[in-house]
DNA sequence: TTGAAAGCGTTACCAC
DNA sequence: GTGGTAACGCTTTCAA
């Protein structure tokens, strides 16, 4: 591999000027610009980012994390960051935190060692304390997080909303909704919103925790249907657990959505398969990894952010598992 | 952030038997050992992979490219990398090809200026010459590549030949199998696999191809079901396929199994979710990319190889596409 | 056993 | 406009 002072011998100039050349710093005389870039031309040099990185303290990584890649919300929003991470020259490396507290501070130690530009976190934790130590740009995704960084998140308040309003707006006189494990800031939004509509009209509501997993989630609806046999209409706060309350009501040898209607949330690929399909408030997912990328890149570069938060709205999306007309 | 050299005063030795003592490399007295030791504790030293990096010219990060992790099959391989790399210290980049040949050489070029320690390729661009200058170490997972580099993969044409008796067995007397692109070499050997069992039974085969997406293989297998109403079993080389194959049969009202049955390959989760659930070949997906990042390891810290190549058997799973009782 | 110093490939300051 | 050179933080060779 060529480096900078093969190109400054062949072009006959310093290292210095070679240097300045690359990054646009300071002057350079049109001759020795002509000679640089015959030389590079030539020699088929590449700068090393990392001689670059010891020198700036800074390379051309960012750092993602997330709980984990296998959960199907995940694989799109990697691949929104990862294009616009390309898109600008950068690079992206994948961490899978578990939501776990300590591999999580690894990462974070692995990533600020490696210099890394920025990181785009989806965390439940809110480590002030780990995170303010640390001035290297970063923004929160989809979780919004307490502490006062920039964030990217979907509306859950009025997504939760949507989804209620067309449950009730399609029939459904007592609703059960099956909100998300209680650290998920997110979750708690979802419910939220589910409660502020509930409260204007006269009708039965339930509410009950599920981790977003759908074979969990099918034991406790099942469960919680067999003892509740009113209800008519489910808002899953994760399109997981809605596709566990269709396997569970399947089983309870009910309909959906004659005898149930659900709507769920997220809008992962897999609603669309199951069957009935799932009805739900998807997030623009790509957007949302888009948008963080972006505005992480923004603070990289040292632009200044128009807004510290982006919130983006959903949209209901009507397919099989809410009924066609109003009863 | 401390330094070597911060280590080095503080434990009143110099850099260079500091560095030999964090690298076990040479030799470092019973005394020295201990300052150190207490110097790094006190100072809370971590070494910088970047400085580490420019030196040893070799970083701890790999790079793993894959055609695009919003396909089901690849979040689960990614996450076995990962994991496997994480336990050994390894970081990894992610890297979506798009299956583009342009892409998949600038990744190259990107990860090797980064001096990664080593690559995980699923490509289907068979790119000696490319590969060969570079001689970091590679290997190559899911798709084997014609050159010569270690590889891991699922026994192809077993699992083929697995599901094709299994749809004989289970009585199907006229087969359509769907392979995927032609470019990729899996799909070929499944395809030859089906052959090898067809050839043994006196019955109607058919033979179509179709991108592994189920939206156009939805349509593309529609078409040729309606064309030929004998086909009573179909044999997908991929599950997204297969679920394609499953809504095809569903518009055309004819019903899974009874009309039709089917078996996919792959072993996704989305198999398990449409009703009713794909019968599969399922590949041992975690074990695939855990092997492939303990190989790639492996050569990186120099260890010899036991094989250089790995083949692991899928397993048929028997769910609802498939009848319970041979006709 | 240990330390001095060169080298890895850049950047950036300062002098010319 | 340009070049010399220290500095980034580490490894490694060589001599002591």
Redesign the interface.
């Given at each position: 591999m060529p480096t900078i002072s093969d190109v400054a011998k062949l072009a006959k100039v310093s290292v210095a000027t070679v240097s300045r050349f690359l990054n646009d710093s300071g002057y350079v005389g049109k001759k020795s610009r002509e000679a640089i870039k015959k030389a590079i031309q030539e020699l088929d040099y590449?700068p090393?980012?990392?001689?670059r990185?010891?020198s700036t303290k800074q390379?051309d990584?960012i750092g993602?994390i997330i709980p984990?890649?296998?959960n199907?919300f995940?694989?799109?929003l990697?691949?929104a960051v990862?294009?616009t991470a390309f898109e600008y020259g950068y690079?992206?490396?994948?961490?899978?935190s578990d939501e776990n507290e300590l591999k999580e501070k690894h990462y974070f130690?692995?990533l600020t060692?490696?210099?890394v530009a920025g990181i785009i976190l989806t965390s439940i934790f809110d480590q002030g304390t780990n995170f303010k130590k640390l001035k290297i740009p970063m923004v929160a995704l989809d979780r919004p997080l307490e502490i006062n960084i920039p964030t990217v998140t979907t509306n859950n308040i009025e997504g939760a909303k949507l989804a209620t309003q067309f449950l009730i707006d399609k029939g459904a006189t007592s609703l059960l909704c099956v909100g998300g494990p209680k650290e998920i800031r997110s979750s708690k939004l979802r419910v939220e919103g589910f409660q502020e509509i509930i409260k204007e009209y006269p009708i039965d509501s339930h509410i009950i925790e599920s981790p977003y997993d759908?074979e969990t989630a099918e034991t406790i609806i099942f469960d919680y249907l067999k003892h509740n046999p009113t209800i008519d209409g489910i808002f899953a706060c994760s399109d997981a657990s809605a596709?566990g309350a269709l396997k569970a009501i399947?089983k309870l040898n009910l309909s959906v959505p004659e005898d149930i209607q659900i709507v769920g949330f997220d809008g992962i690929?897999?609603g669309k398969?199951?069957?009935p399909s799932l009805t739900t408030v998807a997030q623009n997912i790509y957007q949302l990894g888009q948008a963080a990328a972006k505005m992480l890149i923004h603070q990289i570069e040292g632009k200044p952010l128009e807004n510290t938060s982006v919130c983006i709205n959903p949209k209901l999306i009507e397919r099989e598992t809410t009924r066609k007309e109003r009863t």
């Open positions: 590449v090393s980012e990392v001689a990185s010891l390379s990584i993602l984990d890649i296998k199907p995940f694989p799109e990697a691949r990862e294009d690079t992206v490396i994948l961490c899978n130690q692995t060692n490696k210099y759908f596709i399947h690929q897999m398969v199951v069957s």
